[in-house]
């Protein structure tokens, strides 16, 4: 079986695209769709490539949570924290990596990168940052490895918004005052 990157994708615009049919608004359907849904690389070490991909649905009825750029910061929190979000990373071959556990204050991700091989386990590892659902302008860069155990973090620090890359055009964000 060949290895198709973008089937990930492909079945998520399908999925929007059958919200689109059922009547849900617009607004939030496009910004799920420009979102990132899937990252590449060899996180276990095998040579091959695994894709993971990012599953951001309700805890209460497991739809999927479509952020809506129409509402102020402030009813998005709202919203969004009332449905329990769920941000998993899953894998047809790695075990899923459970990023917020309990923690429903999330609007999904600012940044999610493959960064390399940057120890002695073979394979990739990757860096995640959660969209927290707050006012404040500090989150924290968690770096995973994957073993035969599953996910560990390996590392967590403090990080700044304004030093992270915008997920969609990896340019900086502008500094703010």
């Not at 493959?114 to 707050?134: C, H, R, S, Y």
């Not at 599953?150 to 703010?176: A, N």
Request: with cysteine; net charge negative; glycine share 6%.
């Amino acid at each position: 079986m060949a290895f198709n990157p973008g089937w990930a994708q492909q079945k998520h615009e399908k999925s929007v695209q059958q919200q689109l049919k059922n009547g849900q608004g617009t607004d939030d359907v496009l910004e799920a769709l420009s979102g990132q849904e899937f990252i590449t690389g060899d996180f276990n070490g095998d040579r091959q490539p695994d894709t993971l991909t990012v599953s951001f649905v309700s805890r209460i009825d497991n739809s999927p949570i479509l952020i809506n750029t129409d509402l102020d910061y402030d009813q998005l929190i709202q919203k969004t924290v009332a449905k329990k979000p769920i941000l998993e990373l899953t894998s047809d071959n790695l075990q899923t990596l459970h990023l917020n556990k309990d923690n429903f204050y999330i609007l999904g991700l600012d940044l999610l990168q493959n960064i390399g091989n940057i120890n002695t386990f073979p394979g990739d590892e990757i860096a995640v940052i959660l969209k927290a659902a707050d006012w404040s302008g500090i989150n924290v860069c968690s770096i995973y490895t994957y073993s035969r155990s599953g996910w560990i973090k390996i590392k967590e620090t403090e990080i700044r918004e304004e030093e992270i890359p915008d997920i969609r055009t990896r340019k900086f964000k502008p500094w703010k005052r």
